[in-house]
Structures are given as C-alpha cells and as structure tokens.
C-alpha cells in the first residue's frame, strides 16, 4: 500500500470518481467542512465517515484505511506471514492433510493457547497454530464420532473459526475475516449448543459494522436477541445477550443513533449486574462488566462527542485483571477523545499507554494510524511521536 493517510486516499479516489467534496459531502451524508478537514489532514476520519465515503466512491473500507499494513520486521511481520497458511486452511478446511495434533484434547489445549494470545493481544503467538487447530478439528468431525462427541468437536470448531475471524478482522484481511465468520456459523449450527449460532450472529455483525453495513449489522443483532428469547435464561446466554448489546451500541453510534446506542449499553449494563459473580462462558464474545465501562467511551467517540468520552473515562478504574486486548482499545479511545477535545499531548500520551499494554493492537488499529497523523500534522519534529509513527509504520 502506499503512505497515505485516510483523508489523502479519499481525495485521490473522490478526484478519481470525478466528484467535488461538494458532491460527496451530499453523497455520503456528512459535513462539507468535516470532509475538507479530514482531506488536508487536520481531523483523523472517523470510521463511520471513512464506510460512506467508501461507498460512495465504489471502494472498500480497506482500501481507504490501506489495509492491510504492510509489516517486514517483529511480532506484526511474523503475524502477518502466518496469513497465507490460515487462508489456506479456511478455505480447503478438510481437504488438507494434518500435519499438527490430532487428538481432541491435543487440540483442545492448542485452542487455549490461542485463546490466550488473543486475550493478550499477542496475535503472533496464536496464529501459529490455528491452521492445524482448524484442520484437526475438522478431520474428527468426519470421523465416525458418536453425537455428543460429534457436536463437543463443532463448537471447537466454532470457536477457532471465531478467533480466525478476529485475527483477520485486526490485520485488515476483511474478505478472510468474512469467509472465516461464515465457516463460525456453519460449525455453530452443528454444534448441538442452541447459543452458538447466536454468537456466531455476534461475529457476522463485526464484519457488517467493519463494512459500514450498520442496518443489516443492527438486523443481525436483533435477529440473535429475538432467537436468544426462545431459549432458557442462563448466566451463559445472558453473556451472550450483553455482548450483542454491546455490538448493538456501537453499530447504532456508528449510524449516529445516540439514543439507541445509549439504550443498548444500558441494557448490557443491567445484564453485567445480573450475573456479577457467577461462573459463565462467553463463548469467545469477551464479555465482562469492565467491557461495559469501555464500550461507554466508544459509543461517545463513535459520535465525535470527547466530552461525554472523557467525563465517562475519568469515572473508571481498569482493573489489573482486565485482558490486555480490551484495555489497549480503551485507552486507544481515550486517545480519540482527548484529539476530539482538542488535547494533541494528552491525545499521544493515551496512545503511548495503548502502546505499553497491548502493542501489536495498537500498531495495527486503523485509529492509531489516523491520530498519529493528525497529530504530526500540527506537532512535526517532535522526537517522541517521530519515534513511536516509526514503531507503527505510519509515515507523517
């Protein structure tokens, strides 16, 4: 890909498509003077004006953010050298030989790892393993299995096809990420588990919310919540229920939806009381009562709003507990925030944080890119952010 930032590749394909920022400001919905700003490099494009801009110059939201980031050397080379080997896996799924462990609880402990790596946000120690996980898993499911064992191995498999879908998802690898959400959904619904087809509606949502599809995003999260009530009430589907509010908040700030956004996290709030201190499984949704907290200070980012971002974050305490994964997108927020304020140096220092506590998100978070930009744009030459736009391969 090339060194531009957001604003830039949007100006080159907008001159391409022989539209005036006139045109495409009526096109996409958004403000003449946001879209002027976010071209000469002085706002950081938002995700939800970066997804209309992308449709209506008939680009995919990739190729606006330069997706994926092209890494040669440490962690986020290696990750994305792993790419090729899970695309082969995903697609030829069973048709390759398997070359890693064979038995299920070989596999099984393969899948904690990658579980693990994922909670950390040490994406090059689970990719590793995750195609032979996948193959693995596939060939006991053509065994000659009894059900029960039949159905354990599927929701394996729905799970590994959820964490590939996340990695893909992070490195900017959309069409992966799409294909490896379905092959979720194929393996929920043979799981035997009625809640994991409801999760695997929870991954297909990231990808249409990704894509700027936040109607049929939000559509999916109703659909999974309407199937959700025709099943007994557990701490592990109430779990479920608070991770797709949660997926609903941000679709609807996305679609600049205040009041249903706020409603969403209210709900997922009221679910977090409900089961505060019981024993539950996510199934992979990641959902805990810190991740209300965090997504509180999304929901007003996704809406430009870093006041209400900012007096929501000065309320909250990460605890040491919190995976490293949630807490380097809070603090990734908390940056967006203090730019929108106004706060270039508070803005950096909330990276700078980002980047202790989970690097390889932090390198590779479209968000990081845009505000590195912004903020060299006004603060060229100073040593500290030269030094850390190196680390991330943004070029400013």
């Given amino acids: 890909m090339d060194d531009l930032g957001v604003g830039a590749r ?19 919905n958004v403000s003449l003077s946001l879209l002027r700003k976010v071209e000469q490099g002085d706002r950081a494009a938002t995700p939800a004006l970066t997804a209309a801009a992308a449709r209506v110059l008939g680009v995919s939201v990739g190729d606006l953010n330069g997706q ?45 790892r990658v579980r693990e790596g994922m909670r950390r946000a040490r994406y090059s120690d689970m990719t590793a393993e995750l195609p032979d996980v996948i193959r693995g898993l596939h060939q006991l499911a053509d065994d000659d299995l ?23 998802y992070q490195y900017g690898y959309l069409d992966l990420a799409g294909l490896a959400a379905e092959r979720c959904g ?25 894509s700027g599809a936040y109607a049929g995003g939000l559509r999916t999260i109703d659909r999974a919540y309407a199937a959700s009530e025709q099943l007994p009430t557990t ?40 089961i505060q201190g019981s024993r539950y499984s996510n199934y992979g949704t990641g959902f805990r009562p810190s991740n209300v907290d965090i997504h509180s200070v999304a929901v007003p980012v996704e809406l ?14 990460l605890a040491g507990s919190v995976a490293p994964s949630r807490a380097g997108h809070f603090y990734i927020d908390v940056s967006r925030a203090w730019l929108l304020h106004g706060n270039k140096a508070q803005a950096f220092r909330s990276l700078e944080q980002a980047r202790m506590i989970a690097p390889e998100l932090t390198r590779n978070h479209p968000q990081v890119h845009e505000t590195l930009r912004v903020l060299a744009h006004t603060r060229r030459g100073t040593d500290k952010l030269a030094h850390f736009a190196k680390w991330a391969n943004v070029k400013i």
């Fill in 186 to 210: 194929w393996a929920a619904d043979r799981s035997g588990d009625p809640i994991w087809p409801i999760a695997a509606e929870y991954n297909r949502a990231l990808i249409l919310l990704y």
């Fill in 68 to 112: 994926p980031y092209e890494q040669e050397q440490g962690d986020a080379g290696a990750a994305h050298a792993t790419i090729p080997e899970l695309r082969r896996a995903i697609v030829a799924y069973d048709d390759e030989p398997v070359t890693g462990p064979s038995s299920f609880g070989d596999l099984a402990d393969a899948l904690d």
């Fill in 10 to 28: 949007i100006a080159r394909a907008r001159r391409l498509a022989r539209l005036t920022q006139v045109q495409l400001a009526q096109k996409a």
């Fill in 235 to 274: 701490p592990d589907l109430l779990a479920v229920r608070g991770a797709l509010h949660l997926r609903g908040s941000i679709l609807s700030a996305r679609a600049l939806d205040r009041d249903t956004a706020e409603s969403h996290l209210a709900e997922a709030g009221g679910v977090a009381a409900a």
């Fill in 304 to 317: 430009s709003d870093g006041t209400t971002a900012l007096s929501r974050a000065e309320r909250i305490h």
């Fill in 146 to 168: 009894p059900g029960a064992q039949r159905e354990e191995v599927h929701s394996a498999l729905a799970y590994a096809y959820s964490k590939a879908m996340l990695f893909a």
